[in-house]
């Protein structure tokens, strides 16, 4: 029997520890992969992309993440923020200042009391500090103010502190025959802030459509395409099906040639069918942000909903909730202010300052503020013109000319805007049924090309009538897409020029909010 040394039987049991840490880890690494892999079995396998997109969805799709939508988001925000600006004009305004520290180590020249100039070493801070409320008066254009301030004085060469306090000052300042800012804004910028709220709105619709637009332009290259490929499917049957009748001497070499033409000109609009479905494609990712994959397939939506709609009614609508209304009526205070601007800041112009408060001084903080003296100043302070050559009367004369160019402008653009919705509501008919019309020739072309096609084969009729037949149903096709396409444009521009939804009669701006 081997010996075995009794250091290597002491060692044992240490081999024995790591051998079982590994084990160990081993376990626990495998039981961690096995978790691992029983939740990424768990969690769902990711679905399909969609093959298909409607209208809606693309137009629900564009609003949230286009990037006109966000542009109209953010014009929006704007407005509103624009608004709480203007607000705040006519709240009190709490303001603190100063100058702490103000401090200043130089030479500097002083004045003697026989006129000469003798330079001085100064070490000196001079600090500040002020508390003022203001609120403007928006009768009057005027502003009131309340406010205490205080003031230290340092001299370090001389060892000197100073205290100027005014516990308290009151002072009102008005413009006198002036121009008041606040009042004419006051009368616009609600107006502003209104229209802005109906141009969201307006964009969306505006987006809607124009999605519309896009869509179609897609679907429209898409059915093309469609067309196509059944043409040359049909080509390709008709072209083997006439190579056998030519061969059993049914046909003549003229037909057999044209049939083949007839499969070249199929392959050609195959190809070039697919590169105007892509050319759509990119320009509607360019407007919606949204990309069409050439496997999925637009929806052909169904008819506008038809609505009866009394083009007088329609205007009414307009009206009342296009941002139309509120426009002209704030261009037309713009003219006025102008007008008043024009006036107010030429010619004869005066101010009225007064103030009251207490003041006091000392040379510790305690004692400026005992027993303080009042203050009062009045002061009105006036400008006016001798002889400025013509200048203010030429300033005036100008902002009323340009008023009365905007009242035209206001009266031809709120003419054409009616005209319009006028003209939109009047039409809105006229499409539904041409596009029922155009649904019609599309079925009935459709039949007819079936039957012209069945004929051909046992030979009753030409090849010229088939290609006849299928130019037809061609046509029929690209030409009820179109009328549909100018029903749902014509939907939307409806919605659009009145902010009104005749479907569920009831404005849009209810429906944003």
Same mark, same amino acid.
Do not use: C
């Given at each position: 029997?081997?010996?075995?040394?009794? $250091?290597?039987?002491?060692?044992? *049991?240490? &081999?024995?520890?790591?051998?079982?840490?590994?084990?160990?880890?081993?376990?626990?690494?495998?039981?961690?992969?096995?978790?691992?892999?029983?939740?990424?079995? $768990?969690?769902?396998?990711?679905? *399909?992309?969609?093959? =298909?997109?409607?209208?809606?969805?693309?137009?629900?799709?564009?609003?949230?993440?286009? +990037?006109? $939508?966000?542009?109209?988001?953010?014009?929006?925000?704007?407005?509103?923020?624009?608004?709480?600006?203007?607000?705040?004009?006519?709240?009190?305004?709490?303001?603190?200042?100063?100058?702490?520290?103000?401090?200043?180590?130089?030479?500097? *020249?002083?004045?003697?009391?026989?006129?000469?100039?003798?330079?001085?070493? /100064?070490?000196?801070?001079?600090?500040?500090? @002020?508390?003022?409320?203001?609120?403007?008066?928006?009768?009057?254009?005027?502003? &009131? +103010?309340?406010?205490?301030?205080?003031?230290?004085?340092?001299?370090?060469?001389?060892?000197?502190?100073?205290?100027? #306090? %005014? *516990?308290?000052?009151?002072?009102?300042?008005?413009?006198?025959?002036?121009?008041?800012?606040? #009042?004419? %804004?006051?009368?616009?910028?609600?107006?502003?802030?209104?229209?802005?709220?109906?141009?969201? &709105?307006?964009?969306?619709?505006?987006?809607?459509?124009?999605?519309?637009?896009?869509?179609?332009?897609?679907?429209?290259?898409? !059915?093309?395409?469609?067309?196509?490929?059944?043409?040359?499917?049909?080509?390709?049957?008709?072209?083997?099906?006439?190579?056998?009748?030519?061969?059993?001497?049914?046909?003549?070499?003229?037909?057999?040639?044209?049939?083949?033409?007839?499969?070249?000109?199929?392959?050609?609009?195959?190809?070039?069918?697919?590169?105007?479905?892509?050319?759509?494609?990119?320009?509607?990712?360019?407007?919606?942000?949204?990309?069409?994959?050439?496997?999925?397939?637009?929806?052909?939506?169904?008819?506008?909903?038809?609505?009866?709609?009394?083009?007088?009614?329609?205007?009414?609508?307009?009206?009342?909730?296009?941002?139309?209304?509120?426009?002209?009526?704030?261009?037309?205070?713009?003219?006025?202010?102008? !007008?008043?601007?024009?006036?107010?800041?030429?010619?004869?112009?005066?101010?009225? =300052?007064? #103030?009251?408060?207490?003041?006091? +001084?000392?040379?510790?903080?305690?004692? +400026?503020?005992? %027993?303080? %003296?009042?203050?009062?100043?009045?002061?009105?302070?006036?400008?006016?013109? /001798?002889?400025?050559?013509?200048?203010?009367?030429?300033?005036?004369?100008?902002?009323?000319?340009?008023?009365?160019?905007?009242?035209?402008?206001?009266?031809?653009?709120?003419?054409?805007?009616?005209? #319009?919705?006028?003209?939109?509501? @009047?039409?809105?008919?006229?499409?539904?049924?041409?596009?029922?019309?155009?649904?019609?020739?599309?079925?009935?072309?459709?039949?007819?090309?079936?039957?012209?096609?069945?004929?051909?084969?046992?030979?009753?009729?030409?090849?010229?009538?088939?290609?006849?037949a299928q130019s037809e149903k061609d046509r029929a096709k690209r030409a009820y897409i179109a009328a549909l396409r100018a029903s749902w444009v014509a939907y939307y521009q409806l919605r659009t020029l009145t902010l009104y939804d005749f479907e569920r009669q009831q404005p849009l701006l209810v429906a944003a909010q």
């Amino acid at each position: 029997m081997k010996h075995v040394p009794f $250091a290597s039987i002491k060692r044992l *049991p240490f &081999v024995l520890d790591v051998l079982g840490l590994w084990l160990m880890m081993l376990l626990g690494v495998g039981l961690l992969v096995l978790l691992v892999a029983s939740v990424a079995a $768990a969690q769902p396998a990711p679905g *399909p992309q969609p093959r =298909t997109m409607n209208l809606s969805q693309a137009i629900e799709l564009a609003l949230l993440q286009s +990037s006109v $939508a966000k542009q109209a988001v953010t014009n929006r925000e704007t407005s509103y923020w624009q608004y709480r600006s203007f607000r705040a004009d006519y709240k009190p305004q709490l303001a603190l200042e100063g100058t702490l520290p103000n401090y200043s180590r130089t030479i500097t *020249p002083v004045t003697q009391p026989d006129g000469t100039t003798d330079f001085r070493y /100064i070490r000196i801070n001079n600090s500040y500090l @002020a508390s003022t409320v203001t609120q403007g008066i928006g009768l009057t254009g005027g502003k &009131v +103010s309340i406010g205490s301030n205080l003031q230290r004085f340092d001299n370090f060469e001389g060892n000197q502190r100073l205290y100027n #306090s %005014n *516990p308290v000052a009151i002072g009102i300042a008005q413009p006198i025959a002036g121009f008041n800012a606040l #009042s004419w %804004n006051k009368r616009i910028e609600p107006l502003r802030y209104e229209e802005s709220q109906r141009q969201y &709105v307006e964009d969306r619709e505006t987006i809607a459509r124009r999605v519309t637009e896009y869509y179609f332009d897609v679907l429209l290259q898409q !059915v093309n395409a469609n067309v196509a490929r059944q043409n040359l499917h049909a080509s390709e049957e008709m072209l083997r099906m006439g190579r056998e009748r030519h061969r059993l001497g049914r046909l003549s070499e003229n037909d057999l040639l044209l049939l083949e033409l007839n499969l070249l000109n199929a392959q050609q609009a195959e190809v070039q069918a697919s590169i105007d479905a892509q050319n759509a494609a990119v320009d509607f990712k360019g407007y919606t942000g949204l990309t069409i994959d050439p496997a999925t397939a637009l929806d052909v939506p169904a008819a506008t909903p038809r609505l009866d709609v009394v083009p007088e009614v329609a205007l009414a609508q307009a009206r009342q909730y296009r941002r139309e209304a509120l426009m002209y009526q704030r261009r037309l205070l713009e003219a006025d202010r102008n !007008v008043a601007q024009a006036k107010g800041t030429t010619g004869f112009q005066a101010s009225l =300052t007064a #103030s009251f408060g207490l003041t006091s +001084s000392g040379d510790q903080f305690r004692t +400026s503020y005992i %027993n303080p %003296n009042d203050q009062q100043q009045l002061r009105l302070g006036f400008t006016m013109p /001798i002889v400025d050559w013509g200048k203010t009367r030429a300033v005036v004369k100008t902002a009323e000319i340009s008023r009365q160019q905007v009242q035209r402008t206001v009266e031809q653009e709120q003419m054409t805007f009616e005209q #319009s919705v006028l003209n939109q509501a @009047a039409q809105l008919g006229a499409l539904h049924q041409q596009l029922a019309l155009a649904a019609r020739a599309d079925s009935l072309s459709q039949r007819r090309y079936a039957i012209a096609r069945a004929t051909y084969q046992v030979g009753r009729i030409s090849l010229t009538d088939l290609n006849i037949a299928q130019s037809e149903k061609d046509r029929a096709k690209r030409a009820y897409i179109a009328a549909l396409r100018a029903s749902w444009v014509a939907y939307y521009q409806l919605r659009t020029l009145t902010l009104y939804d005749f479907e569920r009669q009831q404005p849009l701006l209810v429906a944003a909010q």
